[in-house]
Nanobody
Framework: QVQLVESGGGMVQAGGSLRLSCAASTRTFSRYGMAWFRQAPGKERESVAAISWSGASIGYADSVKGRFTISRDNAKNTVYLQMNSLKPEDTAVYYC????????????WGQGTQVTVSS
């Protein structure tokens, strides 16, 4: 398993921006697919964005397309989520997750970082 530590959450007004970071404690970071999930109070956890081990394949939930950007820096063992034009409905705890290359499930999770968007 990989230890993941998220940072960058906070409180922002609607229309604002935040950048989340997730640092991974592994020397083989480039062999992991990475993703961001979120969970709002009373709701199920949902996938927000995912990026393949090489960065060549990226996907977004429809609710964040055009506003959020996922990226990774394999030299820094870090994945990022740039969140622009934030809406109150983006309020949630955001989790980073790692999936070993060629496996289907995410096996490592961070502790989460709170994002609160006020109207």
């Amino acid at each position: 398993q990989v230890q993941l530590v998220e940072s960058g959450g906070g409180m922002v007004q609607a229309g604002g921006s935040l950048r989340l970071s997730c640092a991974a404690s592994t020397r083989t970071f480039s062999r992991y697919g990475m993703a961001w999930f979120r969970q709002a109070p009373g709701k199920e956890r949902e996938s927000v964005a995912a990026i393949s081990w090489s960065g060549a394949s990226i996907g977004y939930a429809d609710s964040v397309k055009g506003r959020f950007t996922i990226s990774r820096d394999n030299a820094k063992n870090t994945v990022y989520l740039q969140m622009n034009s934030l809406k109150p409905e983006d309020t949630a705890v955001y989790y980073c997750a790692a999936k070993p290359q060629f496996q289907a499930e995410f096996t490592s999770w961070g502790q989460g970082t709170q994002v609160t968007v006020s109207s």
